[in-house]
């Protein structure tokens, strides 16, 4: 098993910057790609960002390419997500997630994720 806790989250105003961050704990070994999902009041969980853990193939959400800028350390098992010029269309509830499919593609679809984390709010106000 693998456990995902999320932190970093909270409320900033339009233009500032937050840092999330997300520690994996258990069978990390089995981790491939690690990504972050966000869900909106009333809205479908969507794909903001995915890395795998043993490639440089990072992808984004064509609404946070140029603001947001995942990375990770797989020493510490840890994936974070830098988000600058924060908007408020990015608040939302993130997600970690996890990725068992044994391979090294950042899938952005979220049935391809196996582990979630508990979520972190973010809230942007104008």
């Known amino acids: 098993q693998v456990q995902l806790v999320e932190s970093g989250g909270g409320l900033v105003q339009a233009g500032g910057s937050l840092r999330l961050s997300c520690v994996a704990s258990g069978r990390t070994f089995s981790i491939y790609v690690m990504g972050w999902f966000r869900q909106a009041p009333g809205k479908e969980r969507e794909f903001v960002a995915a890395?795998?853990?043993?490639?440089?193939?990072?992808r984004y959400a064509d609404s946070v390419k140029g603001r947001f800028t995942i990375s990770r350390d797989n020493a510490k098992n840890t994936v974070n997500l830098q988000m600058n010029s924060l908007k408020p269309e990015d608040t939302a509830v993130y997600y970690c997630?996890?990725?068992?499919?044994?391979?090294?593609?950042?899938?952005?679809?979220?049935?391809?994720?196996?582990?979630w984390g508990q979520g972190t709010q973010v809230t942007i106000s104008s």
């Open positions: 890395i795998p853990f043993h490639n440089d193939r990072t």
């Open positions: 997630a996890a990725d068992f499919s044994f391979t090294n593609y950042p899938r952005d679809d979220s049935a391809a994720y196996e582990y």
